[in-house]
């Protein structure tokens, strides 16, 4: 009884990661088509589309998957839908800072279906600029640590024009204006080839600790806003312990 059981569950496991992955696929072609669609379909003249396809094969995108977004974007390609940007932002539990980025074909359904998630999860969500000026807009550039030590990785942001890194035994996590988030990626990937990931991200101007009850609702949110169809990304101005991250992993 036992090995059947633990078979099911195997499957059930699967099953349930199949589907995250497709989900994420999902969310990676749609960016690679707006992306696409935005500038040139060629990534070494469309920056945003280069980072895009560089965000789908970090998750191990198929190439083929990938170049079926760029073709479908293309004039004559048979991707038809208008996405917009959208930017929506609130507060969850304990009092936390929301940012939620979005990529879709009606702003109605997508704000009904976040509004819905924010208040039935402990959270509320509010107007345009009412939790932004809690971040700043930042250009990031991640190189795996292996690339430079501290001190060179530190030496070449200076050089590039960068404003930040901070280097621990996995990344170095660059950080820069968005007027130079060009300008510096170019200069960092000439010295220490193609960056690991590089985005635009909304970064928190002060942290706000939470744990426990709260931290657990939070995350839970979180996840629900992620697993949203339309979201492509959250932020957030929380600080939890690695024990509470742990905790609602394990489940």
């Not at 995250?20 to 696929?25: A, H, M």
């Not at 088509?33 to 003249?45: F, M, N, R, T």
């Not at 190439?63 to 004559?76: F, N, Y």
């Not at 430079?148 to 530190?154: F, I, P």
Request: proline share 4%; charged share 25%; net charge negative.
């Amino acid at each position: 009884m036992s090995g059947h059981s633990h078979a099911k569950n195997v499957m059930h496991q699967k099953s349930k990661t199949e589907a995250k992955r497709s989900k994420i696929f999902s969310k990676l072609a749609r960016e690679i088509i707006v992306s696409a669609k935005q500038g040139l379909p060629d990534p070494s003249h469309n920056p945003r589309l280069r980072a895009a396809i560089q965000a789908a094969r970090k998750a191990s995108m198929p190439g083929d998957r990938i170049q079926r977004a760029i073709k479908s974007a293309s004039p004559g390609g048979d991707d038809t839908a208008i996405y917009e940007e959208v930017r929506y932002e609130g507060y969850g539990p304990g009092g936390i800072a929301l940012i939620v980025e979005a990529l879709t074909d009606n702003r109605n359904r997508t704000a009904a279906e976040l509004r819905t998630l924010f208040s039935k999860n402990g959270g509320s969500m509010g107007e345009s600029g009412s939790v932004a000026f809690m971040f700043s807009r930042k250009g990031e550039i991640v190189f795996p640590a292996k690339v430079a030590s501290a001190d060179a990785m530190l030496e070449a942001v200076i050089d590039a024009g960068g404003d930040d890194v901070e280097s621990d035994e996995t990344n170095h996590t660059v950080t820069c204006s968005v007027e130079d988030f060009g300008v510096v990626r170019t200069a960092l990937e000439a010295k220490f080839g193609e960056s690991e990931s590089a985005k635009l991200t909304w970064h928190p101007n002060t942290e706000t600790p939470i744990s426990g009850d709260p931290a657990q609702a939070l995350l839970k949110l979180v996840d629900l806003l992620e697993d949203n169809d339309d979201v492509q990304n959250v932020f957030g101005n929380f600080d939890i312990p690695e024990e509470d991250l742990q905790k609602y992993a394990q489940g």
